[in-house]
T-cell receptor, first 119, second 112 residues
Framework: NAGVTQTPKFQVLKTGQSMTLQCAQDMNHEYMSWYRQDPGMGLRLIHYSVGAGITDQGEVPNGYNVSRSTTEDFPLRLLSAAPSQTSVYFC??????????????????FGEGSWLTVV | KQEVTQIPAALSVPEGENLVLNCSFTDSAIYNLQWFRQDPGKGLTSLLLIQSSQREQTSGRLNASLDKSSGRSTLYIAASQPGDSATYLCAVGSSNTGKLIFGQGTTLQVKP
């Protein structure tokens, strides 16, 4: 049981390049999310998915694309990298919606992060 | 729009001290409030979750309280230890669609 695995850990891109951040979980979680963390701004939701084939936008979706073809994988694509996308990216997964008021003990699992620099 | 604020941004205390971290939010229509810990270079680890109908939750030396009417939550850490040094983030669940709104975090340093 590896939890949530993100790759790569570090990446440097040139402006205009595209790339994909990979996220995989082996806990059979329906809910997966991508966040970015910037200094002094906390975590902001980019995109999320409530199950295979279903995705939706979060707070800051522009410049990013996602798909969810399987329960396990939720890749984040940067279409044309910009310096403003320099950030730390976190993938998260859970059984219930992360904001769920239905059941306590709904642990949210985070990956260890992907540090992206766009020059 | 829900906004979550954590003050102070950084805190340094001597080992053994009891301390309180603060979290405030602007919209009281929340499902829950969660506290996370983040170690340098790592992801977030869930610490405590308080449902909107609850007033507090406890786990070991940690106690989290929630006052929806005033839009505040506190995380109380008893008998702090150097191993408690980390960044602590709070997040509110404003809907049942998978969205959490995070505060900026408080970075805690516990000195031996």
């Amino acid at each position: 049981n590896a939890g949530v695995t993100q790759t790569p850990k570090f990446q440097v891109l040139k402006t205009g390049q595209s790339m994909t951040l990979q996220c995989a979980q082996d806990m059979n979680h329906e809910y997966m999310s991508w966040y970015r963390q910037d200094p002094g701004m906390g975590l902001r939701l980019i995109h999320y998915s409530v199950g295979a084939g279903i995705t939706d936008q979060g707070e800051v979706p522009n410049g990013y694309n996602v798909s969810r073809s399987t329960t396990e994988d939720f890749p984040l694509r940067l279409l044309s990298a910009a310096p403003s996308q320099t950030s730390v990216y976190f993938c998260a997964s859970s059984f219930q919606p992360p904001s769920s008021g239905v059941m306590s003990g709904n642990t949210i699992y985070f990956g260890e992060g992907s540090w992206l620099t766009v020059v | 729009k829900q906004e979550v604020t954590q003050i102070p941004a950084a805190l340094s205390v001597p080992e053994g001290e009891n301390l309180v971290l603060n979290c405030s939010f602007t919209d009281s229509a929340i499902y829950n409030l969660q506290w996370f810990r983040q170690d340098p270079g790592k992801g977030l680890t869930s610490l405590l979750l308080i449902q909107s109908s609850q007033r507090e939750q406890t786990s070991g030396r940690l106690n989290a309280s929630l006052d929806k009417s005033s839009g505040r939550s506190t995380l109380y850490i008893a008998a702090s230890q150097p191993g408690d040094s980390a960044t602590y983030l709070c997040a509110v669940g404003s809907s049942n669609t998978g969205k959490l709104i995070f505060g900026q975090g408080t970075t805690l340093q516990v000195k031996p």
